[in-house]
């Protein structure tokens, strides 16, 4: 499915993410992340949404404060609504967007992904997709202080287009590049640890009862991959594929505090970063048993 440009890209965006200054307009005017499924009329790269997948799989790896998935659902939903036009300034990063459900304009929405940052909130309704105003906006602190959430009060709105129920889906299946590249990070430092880490005077990662529960966490990311990747192309797949991987970022987080000895609950350590992104993910747009209920309506 992946070709030697998504190689190339992936590359960049982690090169660049490396450095630890990038900012999102660098990231939008360099690469052009934020155009990568926008149509080259508006300012975009024409290409699709795998070629967004596999930035937002280098965002998650490195819980990167860049609003990569607010702009990507954004993007899409602009795509399917009137104002097409708002397209290139998000394209640029000069503009941020994100998209937020309710069940209309004048209603209080919690825990909208960068809704206090937002240049532009766009609101998914039963009856249609708004371009909404808001009265107040103020961020909610999370566990997770990679990703921003916030309260939106909702005043009104424009109507742009009919109802999206898609939207949804593509937020998903986006999140579960996110959570996949978070939990391939989590292998990557448990193994190098292991490999570091002497006991008995061997390193760890030469017990058989180590490389087993690192097999086990190979194995999951490795699927969740998969699935992540085969729920782009269908998006039928996007309940599946958000149930899974969730569970897998939860599972290797948790293997990885475990092997590297507790150490994730002290803040000398990464890996309570990535324990809390699990947890964080798994409820940003829905319910973990929710989608098990879509699973079993499906079968």
């Not at 190689?7 to 990038?22: E, I, T």
């Not at 602009?78 to 004048?106: F, K, M, N, Q, Y």
């Not at 939207?167 to 998903?172: E, H, P, Q, S, V």
């Amino acid at each position: 499915m992946l070709s030697a440009e998504h190689d190339d890209l992936r590359d960049a965006v982690r090169h660049m993410l490396s450095r630890g200054n990038a900012s999102w307009s660098g990231l939008c005017q360099q690469i052009g992340v934020a155009g990568l499924a926008v149509p080259e009329q508006y300012g975009g790269a024409g290409a699709t949404l795998l070629e967004a997948h596999v930035v937002l799989e280098e965002t998650g790896r490195m819980l990167a404060p860049v609003p990569m998935l607010s702009a990507t659902v954004a993007a899409q939903a602009l795509l399917l609504s009137e104002r097409a036009d708002l397209l290139p300034e998000i394209v640029e990063g000069t503009t941020i967007a994100t998209v937020l459900w309710a069940d209309s304009v004048s209603e209080t929405v919690r825990y909208v992904l960068d809704g206090d940052t937002a240049d532009v909130l766009i609101v998914s309704t039963p009856d249609g997709l708004f371009l909404g105003d808001s009265t107040h906006r103020v961020h909610t602190p999370t566990m997770d202080e990679s990703k921003r959430l916030a309260t939106v009060r909702l005043s009104g709105g424009t109507r742009i287009g009919p109802p999206a129920p898609q939207l949804r889906d593509i937020a998903l299946v986006a999140q579960t590049a996110e959570q996949v590249g978070a939990a391939q990070q989590c292998l990557d430092m448990t193994v190098e640890y292991t490999k570091t880490r002497v006991q008995f005077g061997r390193p760890i990662g030469s017990f058989q009862a180590l490389k087993h529960r690192m097999a086990d966490m190979y194995v999951r990311v490795e699927t969740a991959r998969s699935i992540s990747y085969a729920a782009v192309e269908n998006p039928d797949l996007a309940a599946a594929a958000t149930a899974y991987c969730g569970e897998t970022l939860s599972f290797v987080a948790g293997e990885m505090i475990q092997l590297h000895g507790g150490i994730a609950i002290t803040w000398e350590h990464d890996a309570h970063r990535y324990f809390k992104r699990a947890h964080n993910s798994a409820q940003l747009f829905g319910q973990p048993h929710e989608h098990v209920t879509r699973i079993s309506r499906a079968l």
